[in-house]
């Protein structure tokens, strides 16, 4: 089992509506979580980061996490086409400086 | 600040040849990391470094690759004899890591590395 899992993808929605992207993971020491976007040939950019169970908001992006499931997610409102784009969940177990990514899922927003 | 910066972008060698890939993180980070991404693997960890001590090295696929840390605005990557299945993006990032607490990476633009 990898450390973190994403379907890769690719989700498609249309403009306007809401793109919801998950992860799991199973190291359950892990206790930092982080959304990282990722355009086509450019390097990986920290959009949001989650450290307590529940929702955490900024702007359009909306993180949620659930540490008795193992489970993260990033849902995105009111999708727009510049947000298309790999998005990678990486998690950091407490205690040391290691952040662990999952592969990525690729998001396409049609206009 | 510019960021983390790695040199070179692009880097075509033929088998064989060693590589070196430079970075210099941000003044003030305390933390370097290497990762390697492929689209097969995505972004692997190869070896982090804390107040210039390497901390864990485990990811680091076997032993033509090796990483050091002179001083803390400067990291290199080395690898040597290089393979074909050593092609990807090698990504420096840096992070201002307090207490074992999760921090924002920042990551440099990346050396895209093609060895033929």
């Known amino acids: 089992q990898k450390e973190v899992e994403q379907n890769s993808g690719p989700l498609s929605v249309p403009e306007g509506a809401i793109a919801s992207l998950n992860c799991t993971y199973s190291d359950r020491v892990s206790q930092s979580f982080f959304w990282y976007r990722q355009y086509s040939g450019k390097s990986p950019e920290l959009i949001m980061s989650?450290?307590?169970?529940g929702d955490k908001e900024d702007g359009r992006f909306t993180a949620q996490l659930n540490k008795a499931s193992q489970y993260v997610s990033l849902l995105i409102r009111d999708s727009q086409p510049s947000d298309s784009a790999t998005y990678l969940c990486a998690v950091n177990r407490q205690g040391t400086y290691k952040y662990i990514f999952g592969t990525g899922t690729r998001l396409k927003v049609l206009a | 600040d510019a960021g983390v910066i790695q040199s070179p972008r692009h880097e075509v060698t033929e088998m064989g040849q060693e590589v070196t890939l430079r970075c210099k993180p941000i003044s003030g980070h305390n933390s370097l990391f290497w990762y390697r991404q492929t689209m097969m693997r995505g972004l692997e960890l190869l070896i982090y470094f804390n107040n210039n001590v390497p901390i864990d090295d485990s990811g680091m696929p076997e032993d033509r690759f090796s990483a050091k840390m002179p001083n803390a605005s400067f990291s290199t990557l080395k690898i040597q004899p290089s393979e074909p299945r050593d092609s990807a993006v090698y990504f420096c990032?840096?992070?201002?890591?307090?207490?074992?607490?999760?921090?924002?990476?920042?990551f440099g633009s990346g050396t895209q590395l093609s060895v033929l």
């Open positions: 990032a840096s992070s201002l890591v307090r207490a074992g607490d999760g921090e924002k990476l920042f």
């Open positions: 989650i450290y307590s169970n």
